[in-house]
C-alpha cells in the first residue's frame, strides 16, 4: 500500500502562482511514476503532468506547457507541482497518483490516488 496526502492547494487571482505537495509513505516511493491529475467540476479528471521513477523524463497535457513543472524527490517521498501563471480554467481539485505500470495518461492505470487539494483560480 502507498499512502499520498497533497497539500499546497488554495485560491490565488489571475497569474499567480502556487505548488502543490504530494508526500507519499508505504511503498518504496521510487518504485512508481508519479503523475498530478485534475478535476474539474462536471468534467472527467484529466492528465496534467506526470516523472519518471528517476525524475529523468517528464510528461504534460499541452494547455499546461511552459507554466506548471513536475519535479519529486526521492529522499523526501515527495512530488511537487509548481504552477505558475494560472489561470481560471485551471480551477479545479488536483490530485496526485502513483503508477507501478502502464500508460501515463491513463487513470485507470494508476495503483494508488491521494485525497486531492483544491485549487482556484479567480480572474
Known amino acids: 500500500q502507498v499512502q499520498l496526502v497533497e497539500s499546497g492547494g488554495g485560491s490565488v487571482q489571475y497569474g499567480g502562482s502556487l505548488r502543490l505537495s504530494c508526500a507519499a509513505s508505504g511503498r518504496t516511493f521510487s518504485w512508481y511514476t508519479m503523475a498530478w491529475f485534475r478535476q474539474a467540476p462536471g468534467k472527467e479528471r484529466e492528465f496534467v503532468a506526470a516523472i519518471s521513477r528517476s525524475g529523468e523524463s517528464t510528461d504534460y497535457t499541452d494547455s499546461v506547457k511552459g507554466r506548471f513543472t513536475i519535479s519529486r524527490d526521492n529522499a523526501k517521498n515527495t512530488v511537487y507541482l509548481q504552477m505558475n501563471s494560472l489561470k481560471p480554467e485551471d480551477t479545479a481539485v488536483y490530485y496526485c497518483?502513483?503508477?507501478?505500470?502502464?500508460?501515463?495518461?491513463?487513470?485507470?492505470?494508476?495503483?494508488?490516488w491521494g485525497q486531492g487539494t483544491q485549487v482556484t483560480v479567480s480572474s
Open positions: 497518483a502513483a503508477l507501478s505500470t502502464g500508460t501515463w495518461r491513463y487513470p485507470k492505470d494508476y495503483d494508488y
